[in-house]
Each structure stands twice: as structure tokens, then as C-alpha cells.
């Protein structure tokens, strides 16, 4: 590990691990470079105050124009005389990118020209398999939080659905159909990787950024449900995203995250 002084913000759960897939990324991405980190768990009800204590900035605004504050954040004291502190995970990542960049060009994450494909692909094609897990794993998602989190959680979804959050779920056949789309979408995946024909990964035998976004989301489903949603995901294609993910786990030393 590289001798730095990096701090990454993240969320507390009751598992074993964090579960949030925005700070997957960021952690694989830290790993992945070798950066040594610490970490401050911070409950979801007090990121806002944390986060302005420590100077961190908002990633956004709420319907109500107030600031909105979000995790993963990380605060880089590595140079004495430059304190970094930024959110939100894509920034973080572009910084990490930036400031303790691959020993060649070829391991980069963002290879020349590729930067807005990418960005989209992760605002686009991950989130599509995101926004499908509350509506399979939405119990399970509670059940991850903390105590002092679970209203927060419960007020957030049920603002997202327009529903009683008990019946965010679904069940019998709504439930079967969910679970068809989200075996689409990760066929379209499959089709995007084997369009390069020259390796595990999106852009060929290394992972670039898109497979640090991939693998977070799938390693919060891993998290969250690891007998069901968990389970039909290794299972698809002849068990090809179980192999994906401990390619990309393994060879790319990062060990049993």
C-alpha cells in the first residue's frame, strides 16, 4: 500500500461490510491503486452536519432548493500543505485518477476518449439495475440500516415509489417480471463486453472505470440479498457474472472485499 493519508466517509451498517454501491466503487478504486485509507462511518441522518463540519460540499439540491449532502466523501491530507475534501463517488474517483495516476497509460481507467462513454454508462446502464433492487431487496435494504437511519430510509423510498413503503416490495408475479428485466439488463451488458472480443472486461483485459461501476452495484446486491437476488445473478448465463466478478475481484488484487 502506498503510504497516504486518505479518509473515506462512508455508512454504517449491520452487516459485516458497507453496502451503499457508490461507495463500493470508490473503495475498489482505492484498493485497486494500492491507497492506503481510514474510515469514518457516519449515520445517514448526520452526513449533512459531518459533511459541512469537514468543509465537504454538496452533490446536489433538494426539491426544496436546499443543499443535499451525500456519501461516499473522502478528504485527502496526504500533502500537508493541500487538504482535498470532495463527495460524490465519480469526482472521487476522477481525483484518485488524477492524483495517483497508473504507473502506464494502458492500466488507466479512463483510456484516452473514453471518459463521456463511461460516465454515461454508469449514469445510464448501472443506474437501470439500481433503481430495479429497491423493488426486490427493499426489506433487506432496511434491515442493513441502522436504527437511527431506518425512518430516513423509509421516508426516501416511499417518496421515490408514491407508496407505503411495505408495499415498495414486490411479490408473485410482479416480483418474476422485475426479475426478467433485470436479466435483460445484464444481457445487454453481456453483449457490450463481448463486442471487444479481447477480454474479461468492457474495454478489453483490463477493468476500467465502467467495471469499477458494474462491480459496486453488484456487490451491493451481493450484500443485500445474497440468497436471492444474489444467487439468480450467478446463475444467468451459465453462471457467467459469478465469473465476471471473481475475475475482476481477484486478478486485480483485490482479495475478499
Same mark, same amino acid.
Given at each position: 500500500?502506498?503510504?497516504?493519508?486518505?479518509?473515506?466517509?462512508?455508512?454504517?451498517?449491520?452487516?459485516? &461490510?458497507?453496502?451503499?454501491?457508490?461507495?463500493?466503487?470508490?473503495?475498489?478504486?482505492?484498493?485497486?491503486?494500492?491507497?492506503?485509507?481510514?474510515?469514518?462511518?457516519?449515520?445517514?441522518?448526520?452526513?449533512?452536519?459531518?459533511?459541512?463540519?469537514?468543509?465537504?460540499?454538496?452533490?446536489?439540491?433538494?426539491?426544496?432548493?436546499?443543499?443535499? &449532502?451525500?456519501?461516499?466523501?473522502?478528504?485527502?491530507?496526504?500533502?500537508?500543505?493541500?487538504?482535498?475534501?470532495?463527495?460524490?463517488?465519480?469526482?472521487?474517483?476522477? &481525483?484518485?485518477?488524477?492524483? &495517483?495516476?497508473?504507473?502506464?497509460?494502458?492500466?488507466?481507467?479512463?483510456?484516452?476518449?473514453?471518459?463521456?462513454?463511461?460516465? %454515461?454508462?454508469? %449514469?445510464?446502464?448501472?443506474?437501470?439495475?439500481?433503481?430495479?433492487?429497491?423493488?426486490?431487496?427493499?426489506?433487506?435494504?432496511?434491515?442493513?440500516?441502522?436504527?437511527?437511519?431506518?425512518?430516513?430510509?423509509?421516508?426516501?423510498?416511499?417518496?421515490?415509489?408514491?407508496?407505503?413503503?411495505?408495499?415498495?416490495?414486490?411479490?408473485?408475479?410482479?416480483?418474476?417480471?422485475?426479475?426478467?428485466?433485470?436479466? %435483460?439488463?445484464?444481457?445487454?451488458?453481456?453483449?457490450?463486453?463481448?463486442?471487444?472480443?479481447?477480454?474479461?472486461?468492457?474495454?478489453?483485459?483490463?477493468?476500467?472505470?465502467?467495471?469499477?461501476?458494474?462491480?459496486?452495484?453488484?456487490?451491493?446486491?451481493?450484500?443485500?440479498?445474497?440468497?436471492?437476488?444474489?444467487?439468480?445473478?450467478?446463475?444467468?448465463?451459465?453462471?457467467?457474472?459469478?465469473?465476471?466478478?471473481?475475475?475482476?475481484? %481477484?486478478?486485480?488484487?483485490?482479495?475478499?472485499?
Amino acid at each position: 500500500m502506498s503510504h497516504t493519508d486518505i479518509i473515506l466517509l462512508d455508512i454504517p451498517s449491520t452487516l459485516r &461490510y458497507p453496502v451503499s454501491p457508490h461507495t463500493w466503487k470508490v473503495r475498489m478504486i482505492l484498493n485497486h491503486k494500492k491507497l492506503a485509507f481510514k474510515e469514518t462511518w457516519v449515520l445517514t441522518t448526520q452526513i449533512e452536519a459531518t459533511c459541512r463540519a469537514l468543509g465537504i460540499g454538496p452533490t446536489g439540491r433538494k426539491p426544496d432548493g436546499s443543499a443535499h &449532502y451525500t456519501l461516499p466523501a473522502l478528504i485527502d491530507r496526504t500533502d500537508p500543505t493541500r487538504h482535498i475534501a470532495l463527495s460524490d463517488s465519480t469526482p472521487i474517483v476522477e &481525483y484518485l485518477e488524477r492524483t &495517483y495516476p497508473p504507473a502506464s497509460p494502458e492500466s488507466a481507467l479512463f483510456p484516452l476518449g473514453t471518459r463521456e462513454v463511461q460516465i %454515461q454508462f454508469n %449514469q445510464v446502464d448501472v443506474m437501470r439495475i439500481l433503481r430495479i433492487v429497491p423493488e426486490v431487496a427493499v426489506t433487506a435494504h432496511l434491515a442493513s440500516k441502522l436504527e437511527p437511519d431506518r425512518g430516513m430510509l423509509r421516508t426516501k423510498f416511499e417518496g421515490l415509489y408514491g407508496r407505503p413503503f411495505d408495499q415498495i416490495e414486490k411479490t408473485g408475479a410482479a416480483r418474476e417480471a422485475l426479475w426478467v428485466n433485470l436479466e %435483460q439488463q445484464f444481457r445487454r451488458l453481456a453483449n457490450m463486453i463481448d463486442q471487444n472480443r479481447n477480454g474479461d472486461f468492457f474495454m478489453g483485459e483490463r477493468p476500467r472505470f465502467m467495471d469499477f461501476a458494474l462491480c459496486g452495484a453488484m456487490m451491493f446486491i451481493r450484500c443485500l440479498s445474497p440468497h436471492d437476488a444474489w444467487a439468480r445473478i450467478c446463475a444467468w448465463d451459465g453462471g457467467r457474472w459469478e465469473r465476471y466478478f471473481d475475475t475482476f475481484q %481477484q486478478n486485480r488484487g483485490l482479495g475478499n472485499l
